[in-house]
């Protein structure tokens, strides 16, 4: 079965810093792909970035960046140049495979210090 | 990118009250949605998957004569929350993807739903 775990439940970061919000799954499933969606107060959940586990590259979008660790089973998010509006809840999620289902951590919150 | 839409955004009702909120896909055909539940500062915690015409898929400890889910077409799932209580009370949330596997799930805005 998969998990995810996200050991950071609150992050403080400084204005303009780079943060990282860390990930670490477990599967079986020798083809999978990994999620970041970010909530902020308001509720919707936003898709931030996608990583496919034969992906050659770590995925990049925009100031979102993937550090994926395929032997270590992490998928870190970094975040670069900060802004207050990236306060929000951060959430890591791996897809099962068999019914496109997304098994969900535990999410980090972040604040933005200005 | 593609977009859902859920409705009604917020709710608020009596005890005993039947609530129906609505999840469409807007600019892609979804033969899967989920539907979700999430308790403040917790994470989603799946409800069900909504599967278009067929039978809804319940998660372990969802009620499915309570949390009624129609699935109709292929832009449109509704939950129903028969005779809703206090303790329904929740955040619910839907999304959807395009088919086929790694394809992010994208999300409605939520409904915040109070029973009194």
């Known amino acids: 079965a998969q998990k995810i775990t996200q050991t950071q439940p609150g992050m403080f970061v400084q204005e303009k810093e780079a943060v990282t919000l860390d990930c670490t799954y477990d599967t079986s499933d020798p083809s999978y792909g990994l999620f970041w969606y970010k909530q902020p107060s308001s509720g919707e959940m936003i898709f931030l970035i996608y990583q496919g586990s034969y992906d050659q590259q770590n995925a990049t979008e925009g100031r979102y960046s993937l550090n994926f660790q395929k032997a270590r089973k992490s998928a870190n998010l970094v975040i670069s140049a900060s802004q207050l509006g990236d306060s929000a809840m951060y959430f890591c999620?791996?897809?099962?495979?068999?019914?496109?289902?997304?098994?969900w951590g535990a999410g980090t919150k972040l604040i933005i210090k200005p | 990118g593609a977009v859902v839409s859920q409705h009604p955004s917020r709710v608020i009702c009596k005890s005993g009250t039947s609530v129906k909120i609505e999840c469409r896909s807007l600019d892609f055909q979804a033969t899967t949605m989920f539907w979700y539940r999430q308790f403040p500062k917790q994470s989603l915690m799946l409800m069900a998957t909504s599967n278009e015409g067929s039978k809804a898929t319940y998660e372990q400890g969802v009620e499915k004569d309570k949390f009624l889910i129609n699935h109709a077409s292929l832009t449109l799932s509704t939950l129903t929350v028969t005779s809703a209580h206090p303790e329904d009370s929740s955040f619910y949330i839907c999304?959807?993807?395009?088919?086929?596997?790694?394809?992010?799930?994208?999300f409605g805005d939520g409904t915040r739903l109070s029973i009194l």
């Open positions: 999620a791996i897809e099962k495979d068999s019914n496109y289902q997304l098994i």
């Open positions: 999304s959807a993807s395009r088919t086929g596997l790694n394809q992010p799930q994208h």
